[in-house]
């Protein structure tokens, strides 16, 4: 399976932005999709998940802001991000769990300008 993030780019504070993934390879099975983030010097953390069933998880710092959904017809997940914020800023990794296996997209950066 691989992994191609897409959506990245500049916007400015309050703005949006929407990032895809797309799997190649096929994601039946799949446990959850999910993206995280990782600014630098800072670890790379969660920012928001999705389970087959359709459960959503969310970093309490983008609630309310952000959006995960998923197309599974077209192996595609999204993230929808509004009223950016410049601590949004670091870049963007979309993540897949297949039959226990983790599969990571190349990263795409989003910077947001105050």
């Known amino acids: 399976v691989q992994l191609q993030a897409s959506g990245g780019g500049l916007v400015q504070a309050g703005g949006s932005l929407r990032l895809s993934c797309a799997a190649s390879?096929?994601?039946?099975?799949?446990?959850?999709m999910g993206w995280y983030r990782q600014a630098p010097g800072n670890q790379r953390d969660l920012v928001a998940v999705?389970?087959?069933?359709?459960?959503?998880n969310y970093a309490e710092s983008v609630k309310g802001r952000f959006t995960i959904a998923r197309d599974n017809v077209k192996s595609t997940w999204y993230l929808q991000m509004d009223s950016l914020k410049p601590e949004d800023t670091a870049v963007y990794y979309c993540?897949?769990?297949?039959?226990?296996?983790?599969?990571w997209g190349q990263g795409t950066q989003v910077t947001v300008s105050s």
């Open positions: 993540h897949l769990n297949r039959w226990g296996l983790d599969y």
């Open positions: 390879g096929g994601i039946l099975g799949f446990k959850t």
């Open positions: 999705i389970t087959s069933s359709g459960i959503t």
